[in-house]
């Protein structure tokens, strides 16, 4: 089959590599029809994520038609569209039954689990085409790919209903969905959002139809800042202006109540803590650049919530650990219990109530995924989301 | 969740937690001897104790999660023959004999005389006091050997068990909990450039 590959830093190409086969009972082989290329797929491309190898098919957003079902999966049938979470669960430890699936104690593989347990004291679960630390499952950026734990995680997906209005149910709109429920918001909340990418535009509008009062989204793109006001909310660009400060005043003196940093560890700025994170990066003293992440727990209220989405994977400094105690603030953060969200979001879409098709930008062939990867890391304010079509045909 | 054999002379953490190989207050005949390798690792299983019990009392069904055990032959009720996977190609065997079992509880096991790399081992199977299902703690001591063998031997032994330990328990605990072993291996994988 025809699949992207990722091969080091900005080198991904589209390589024939062996189909995959079922492996384990409850597997499922999944034929893509739809697939997109994720904000945090750019690390990857960055290479700021460790534990790639040359030759990793990545993708970890994808729906399809299920064409290969193992012995021990009583749940999927051929023929069948499902999207699937870009999370392996495996449905049956202590996690899974907590409905916390992107802690799953058992889709690690015992040999890859051991670099998570080092790194973050616990092994962390397994993920589609996101190096070996989730353990080196191949992606979705390709013609077919194999679920593992088939029977827990893909969602069954009505004909009738384009892909591109649920393929994001497999990581961005529940991540973004999940980033405004972590924020426990009340009727009277303003919530500032850090980042107008896929999670943060998401996350603006989950955060509408939670109930927030208002929305604050941040960035410095125009065309994305446009996308956020579209959505109802009201819009800081970082370069005009002192967020803090204007943050501030857009709330009377009291600040957001609730704040999510849909930025993660590549955070943007020419601020004197934001240049000083690069030179650590540089000479590897810190791996996650973090001047959104402090920009944020600065500008939240006294006592206010912080929601974190975006993605980190290491160490960071000058953490401004006396503003979080001193205002008692709380943070929630983690990825994305996908499995929890599914069907409640399914169910949204169905009833006409979220949209997710207005994100994309750019629709591409399997074969041009490369360009997409490009277009993606270099022009971010008008390619806000690229989908790759492996069949090339339409699907209803 | 206690166990006599397995915990330092203040307070309540394992034996094999220790920073130091030979524990200060650590009763004499619970301190590893001299060049002994010890290795504590437990694991919360969602299965009650007694079916965990079952399947590893069976101990033909070890090769099935313990990666370097290439075959256990069962001798009689407390005897079996183990067949381990060495670097290189090798492999080293002993005969072990079951020195405690309890049903549902506890299984201990040591090498017998002659064993090239003398071991013993205990798996104990515990409610989880929070209703999680059963804590499975399994300890082990190995006893490498000298010479130019016992080097090879004991960089399987010494390095190895804690690593192996781990991994064996995780899979252990995928194949009891979802019925299966988690892998991401090829053919799934791209080839390797």
């Given at each position: 089959m025809r699949a992207l590959t990722w091969h080091g830093k900005h080198d991904v190409r589209v390589d024939t590599v062996a189909d995959p086969q079922?492996?384990?009972?409850?597997d499922a082989i999944i034929k893509i029809t739809s697939t997109a290329i994720c904000g945090s797929d750019l690390h990857l491309y960055d290479h700021t994520i460790p534990t790639m190898k040359a030759g990793d098919v990545l993708g970890h957003e994808f729906m399809g038609e299920v064409v290969e079902v193992g012995p021990?999966?009583?749940?999927l049938k051929v023929g069948q569209r499902v999207v699937v979470p870009f999370v392996i669960a495996c449905g049956q430890c202590y996690f899974c039954k907590q409905q916390q699936f992107a802690a799953?104690?058992?889709?690690?593989p015992a040999e890859t689990a051991d670099m998570s347990e080092f790194l973050y004291g616990y092994p962390m679960t397994g993920a589609f085409g996101y190096s070996h630390l989730t353990g080196g499952y191949a992606g979705g950026q390709a013609e077919y790919v194999r679920v593992p734990y088939a029977d827990v995680g893909p969602i069954l997906i009505p004909d009738g209903i384009e892909d591109e209005k649920v393929l994001f149910l497999s990581d961005i709109l529940p991540t973004g969905w999940m980033a405004a429920d972590n924020c426990?918001?009340?009727?009277?909340d303003t919530v500032a959002v850090w980042g107008c990418g896929p999670v943060g535009l998401f996350a603006v509008q989950s955060a509408f139809a939670l109930g927030a009062h208002r929305v604050i989204a941040i960035d410095h793109f125009p065309h994305r800042l446009d996308l956020a006001k579209s959505m109802g909310a009201e819009v800081i660009n970082f370069e005009e202006v002192e967020v803090r400060e204007a943050l501030v005043e857009m709330t009377g003196g009291i600040g957001p109540d609730a704040c999510i940093d849909a930025v993660g560890m590549e955070s943007h700025g020419l601020t004197a803590d934001s240049v000083m994170d690069r030179v650590k990066a540089a000479v590897k003293l810190v791996t996650d650049q973090t001047h959104g992440l402090r920009q944020v727990i600065i500008a939240c209220r006294k006592g206010g919530k912080v929601s974190i989405p975006g993605v980190y994977g290491g160490v960071t400094d000058k953490f401004p650990i006396g503003a979080l105690m001193e205002k008692g603030l709380s943070i929630k953060s983690g990825q994305t219990h996908v499995q929890k969200y599914m069907q409640q979001l399914l169910d949204l879409i169905m009833e006409g109530k979220l949209d997710t098709t207005f994100l994309i930008s750019h629709r591409l062939s399997l074969e041009d995924a490369p360009t997409g990867y490009k277009i993606f890391k270099e022009r971010q304010n008008d390619v806000t989301k690229v989908v790759l079509k492996p069949d090339g045909v339409p699907r209803h | 969740m206690s166990s006599p054999i397995s915990h330092t002379a203040h307070g309540d953490a394992p034996l094999s937690s220790a920073k130091h190989p030979d524990p200060a207050g650590a009763p004499e005949h619970l301190a590893p001897q001299q060049g002994d390798v010890l290795v504590g690792r437990s694991v919360t299983i969602d299965r009650p104790r007694e079916d965990l019990y079952a399947f590893w009392r069976d101990?033909?069904?070890?090769p099935l999660f313990m990666r370097n055990i290439h075959s256990v032959t069962i001798q009689d009720s407390a005897h079996s023959h183990w067949v381990i996977e060495a670097p290189a190609g090798k492999t080293v065997e002993w005969d072990s004999k079951i020195t405690q079992d309890e049903a549902g509880r506890l299984i201990a096991w040591e090498s017998l005389e002659g064993a090239s790399v003398r071991n013993s081992g205990r798996v104990e199977f515990i409610d989880s006091p929070d209703g999680r299902g059963t804590v499975v703690r399994v300890t082990l001591t190995y006893d490498p050997p000298g010479g130019a063998v016992g080097k090879l031997i004991a960089k399987l032994f010494q390095k190895e068990p804690k690593i192996q330990a781990r991994q064996d328990l995780r899979r252990f605990k995928q194949l009891m909990e979802t019925g299966e072993v988690s892998t991401a291996r090829p053919p799934d994988a791209a080839p390797r450039a």
């Open positions: 079922i492996v384990n009972p409850r021990g999966n009583s749940k799953c104690d058992n889709s690690n426990d918001i009340k009727a009277t | 101990f033909t069904n070890l």
